[in-house]
């Protein structure tokens, strides 16, 4: 079976003699409705609960009786915390800190002089000295709310992956104290207002579940960047419209038309002309994090998704896929 493999299948596979018949029914094309007449003639404790683990296996192994390959909300694969886990700090989180300074929507500055980006989130960007830089739609209202949500309060981080990035700021989940005995999870307010969009790196992808259901809900409510146009999700095949947005970060929705790999890569193409279509491409490098996550990247193939990333302009407009929460299976 390629692709993403059930992995808690391995429940339903081991020497309980119940579920591996329920197993083999489901395998076989045996569906519960199927089964009625044979009821009627054994009726058992046994086969009861036989067929209650078939009602079961036919759910989790899908409609075929086989493992679906890629999962169904497939995205966010290597989260090491589940949804609601991540709205409190946790037991490993750091020492208090004072934030003495917002610097923007996802970066604060503590009182021992680091600063603090907000790992998992990208709000919109402010020049902050930068030449030539152009100021982000509602760069000014992020920082804002950041500053409504953290300035002059306590924090605790906590860091689901590399602590530290290449500019020595810290890299954290950040719990906010409320001042009533509760915590404010930074990112998880920010997106629920609609004023940041998920954004992970391959070492640091905890919590995606949880970052992606704010960001829907905010998307869905059509609030802060959602409401503007220039942070909608684009349709892959709004092809002059990506290829004018060359350098920014987008989300893309679309179906994967082929996904086949050339030397090592991959390559899921979005269009019939792989020269000027949108693409998405996976690296041989990068290649191990998705085979970690049981994933075959071929069997993106036919699936409806959302992509997010930089784009840029490669035989068409593209996007670099360095881990699997890039890719939401929407169906």
């Not at 800190?97 to 610097?103: A, G, H, L, N």
């Not at 104290?177 to 629920?192: C, K, S, V, Y």
Request: proline share 4%; net charge neutral.
């Amino acid at each position: 079976m390629g692709g993403l493999q059930f992995k808690p299948g391995a429940e339903f596979t081991g020497n309980d003699p119940v579920c591996a018949i329920a197993v083999q029914h489901v395998r076989a094309g045996n569906r519960p409705k199927l089964l009625k007449g044979h009821m009627k003639k054994q009726v058992s404790l046994f086969g009861a609960i036989v067929l209650g683990v078939i009602a079961v296996a036919s759910i989790l192994l899908g409609e075929d009786g086989s493992d679906n390959g890629l999962n169904s909300t497939a995205g966010s694969l290597a989260s090491s915390a589940d949804a609601t886990g991540c709205a409190v700090p946790r037991a490993d989180a750091s020492r208090a800190f004072d934030v003495i300074e917002v610097v923007d929507g996802d970066t604060i500055e503590l009182d021992d002089r680091s600063e603090g980006r907000m790992v998992g989130i990208q709000a919109p960007k402010l020049p902050l000295g930068r030449r030539n830089f152009v100021e982000w739609p509602l760069a000014k209202e992020a920082r804002d709310a950041a500053v409504d949500i953290a300035s002059r309060r306590d924090v605790v981080l906590w860091s689901g992956g590399s602590d530290e990035d290449r500019h020595g700021r810290r890299l954290a989940h950040t719990y906010v104290r409320d001042g009533q005995g509760g915590t404010i999870w930074f990112q998880g307010e920010m997106l629920r207002r609609g004023l940041a969009r998920v954004y992970t790196f391959p070492d640091n992808r905890a919590c995606v579940d949880a970052l992606l259901a704010r960001e829907a809900a905010a998307r869905d409510d059509g609030l802060g960047m959602w409401a503007l146009d220039t942070y909608r999700v684009v349709n892959a095949n709004e092809l002059d419209r990506l290829n004018a947005r060359e350098g920014s970060y987008e989300l893309i929705e679309g179906r994967v038309r082929e996904a086949k790999l050339i030397n090592g890569r991959a390559y899921l193409n979005f269009g019939t002309n792989y020269r000027d279509d949108f693409t998405v491409t996976i690296s041989p490098r990068d290649m191990k994090l998705f085979r970690d996550a049981g994933i075959n990247p071929t069997d993106y193939e036919g699936r409806v998704v959302r992509a997010r990333g930089w784009v840029r302009l490669f035989n068409g407009p593209s996007i670099d896929a360095t881990h699997p929460e890039q890719i939401e299976i929407l169906r």
